[in-house]
């Protein structure tokens, strides 16, 4: 587009020239411009116009979202209904041991809470010895050497010690839920274990895939405000924790969050398993984004229902140290599976395949939807897709924890990550430990 000139270009100009004539000449030469250059000059104007235009109907729809994330220059979280600033910078580092990674576990300086998993409820409120006739592994090795081992370190390191409570059999959940005796049991049990192991905290992870309705909710409630009232009245201080799934707070199927939360310290966001070893196509276990699109919800959209009732401080983002793997049909990234091939694929299954690399021809691929790696191999003619979390996809969970102000981050499950650091050391790096 040809230079408009500046009126000073005009005033030197006519400086240049004397007389009348001169000026009515110079008068007639911008007259003629204007003439020449007046389409010109409107598709100036208009676009002029149109650039901040779309500026300001930006700064109106996204005026109260001002987050902009780190994590590069392509991806924003912009759901926030107001400005927030960070509140709690110290963040909780929970994590969750299972019984069956006790012999292969290592006590990290970068965590805050170990939660042993755990305790099975009985129905009748009692905890289980034995399952369908067989040891009940969770109480056997809460026993056993190796984690007293464990519990003493961590004492000693100054690291805050939880047991996690489970029930997953519906009838049970539902007897339970039902009965005062049975929870008037579960009590006095425990206390028993208060009483007998140094735990600051109990979290409570009763899940069902059975059907719920509003009294079965109203029930579990009702018993998270009894344990509550009695932690409170007879310890001095027990924290109290709760899981649920990411989709809890949209559809709430067991549990009445906004009702629950103001009982609880934390409630634990297990933001995983939106693929599983069962599902028909490949896919990322924790998506972050791309819900709306490709699957079924993601870590963005469930979170936004979470912030609404329960305060940042308050949730810990659960977070994935495994994957699942699948023969599939291609290696596309939603390839479909074949039926009962998938399995859990911890973070050393992963390392393991990428270091037989040429012999597996290992591919290694990211899904910018998602925001999670995903890799795919060859053995013995057939293809197989792994999906997992490594430090780029954790470290943009947590720039999301921290743009947010979440209370911190759980992870499932301690032991996964084998003797690698590169899980641990983005975390050093990316968060502000709370000091116990």
């Avoid at 040809?2 to 005009?10: E, G, Q, R």
């Avoid at 599902?279 to 870590?299: C, H, M, R």
């Avoid at 597996?360 to 999906?387: C, R």
């Avoid at 470290?395 to 641990?424: C, H, M, T």
């Amino acid at each position: 587009m040809k230079k408009i000139p500046s009126k000073k270009t005009f005033i030197k100009s006519n400086k240049q020239m004397s007389g009348s004539h001169n000026k009515n000449h110079s008068s007639h030469q911008k007259l003629d411009w204007f003439k020449k250059n007046k389409i010109k000059i409107k598709i100036a104007v208009l676009v002029f116009v149109t650039f901040f235009a779309t500026i300001a109907v930006s700064l109106w729809i996204f005026l109260d979202i001002p987050l902009i994330s780190p994590i590069d220059s392509l991806t924003t979280f912009m759901f926030l209904s107001k400005s927030q600033l960070a509140k709690n910078n110290e963040k909780i580092i929970y994590g969750f041991l299972p019984y069956w990674n006790v012999n292969i576990f290592t006590l990290q300086k970068e965590l805050t809470h170990l939660s042993y998993f755990s305790l099975t409820l009985n129905a009748d409120g009692s905890f289980a010895s034995s399952i369908d006739g067989e040891l009940e592994m969770g109480l056997h090795r809460l026993n056993s050497d190796e984690f007293s081992e464990i519990s003493e370190d961590s004492l000693d390191k100054n690291k805050k010690t939880e047991i996690v409570v489970s029930q997953f059999n519906h009838d049970d959940i539902v007897y339970f839920l039902n009965s005062e005796t049975a929870q008037a049991n579960f009590l006095q049990s425990i206390d028993n274990v208060l009483l007998a192991y140094p735990f600051s905290g109990i979290n409570i992870d009763i899940e069902t895939s059975g059907k719920t309705d509003e009294k079965m909710q109203q029930n579990l409630t009702d018993f998270i405000v009894k344990l509550r009232k009695h932690l409170d009245e007879k310890y001095n201080h027990v924290q109290l924790s709760i899981d649920m799934y990411a989709g809890a707070a949209t559809n709430q199927q067991l549990w009445q969050v906004s009702e629950i939360a103001p009982y609880v310290d934390y409630i634990v966001v297990m933001a995983y398993d939106f693929h599983r070893s069962s599902s028909s196509n490949a896919g990322p276990v924790a998506p972050l984004f791309g819900g709306k699109e490709f699957w079924d919800g993601d870590i963005n959209g469930y979170l936004q229902a979470f912030l609404k009732v329960v305060p940042t401080e308050k949730i810990l983002l659960g977070i994935p140290f495994y994957g699942y793997e699948w023969q599939t049909t291609s290696r596309e990234s939603q390839s479909h599976t074949f039926p009962d091939t998938g399995s859990t694929a911890s973070y050393t299954r992963v390392i393991e395949i990428l270091e037989r690399k040429d012999e597996l021809q290992v591919q290694e691929h990211w899904n910018e939807d998602a925001l999670s790696p995903y890799i795919s191999y060859i053995e013995d003619g057939e293809i197989y897709v792994i999906y997992y979390e490594d430090s780029r996809s954790i470290s943009y969970k947590l720039d999301y924890v921290n743009q947010l102000d979440l209370g911190g981050i759980a992870i499932w499950a301690l032991g996964y990550e084998g003797d690698s650091r590169e899980l641990w050391d983005v975390i050093e790096r990316k968060v502000n430990i709370v000091k116990n």
